[in-house]
């Protein structure tokens, strides 16, 4: 959309800023079929005002995909939360103790 003047000024239009094999690309997919999103009139001004996060579907960070439809590739999701959730509680349980003593 807005990357190839970009790369262009900063004189990074051979390694960037456009889709074309041997460049450097990050890349996502938007799911632009939200009511949220609609009616689009102007695509690029739904994108810039409408769109969230969870409206992206696929990833690709240079060239590697890391989340296909809404599906994170590289990382157990699962294994994260309950991470995070051990985390929280053990947070939760040193904050009570400061509390009590």
Not at 8 to 37: E, F, M, P, T, Y
């Given at each position: 959309?807005?990357?190839?003047?970009?790369?262009?000024?900063?004189?990074?239009?051979?390694?960037?800023?456009?889709?074309?094999?041997?460049?450097?690309?990050?890349?996502?997919?938007?799911?632009?079929?939200?009511?949220?999103?609609?009616?689009?009139?102007?695509?690029?001004?739904?994108?810039?005002?409408?769109?969230?996060?969870?409206?992206?579907?696929?990833?690709?960070?240079?060239?590697?995909i890391l989340m296909k439809n809404k599906e994170v590739l590289?990382?157990?999701?699962?294994?994260?939360i309950y991470q995070a959730q051990r985390a929280n509680r053990?947070?939760?349980?040193?904050?009570?103790?400061?509390?009590?003593?």
């Open positions: 959309m807005a990357t190839a003047g970009g790369a262009k000024a900063l004189g990074l239009a051979n390694v960037c800023g456009s889709i074309d094999v041997g460049k450097k690309a990050d890349l996502i997919l938007v799911d632009i079929n939200a009511a949220h999103i609609q009616p689009v009139n102007d695509l690029f001004s739904q994108i810039v005002h409408c769109v969230k996060s969870s409206d992206v579907s696929t990833v690709m960070v240079g060239g590697r590289l990382l157990d999701e699962g294994e994260i053990d947070l939760i349980k040193r904050l009570e103790e400061k509390r009590i003593s």
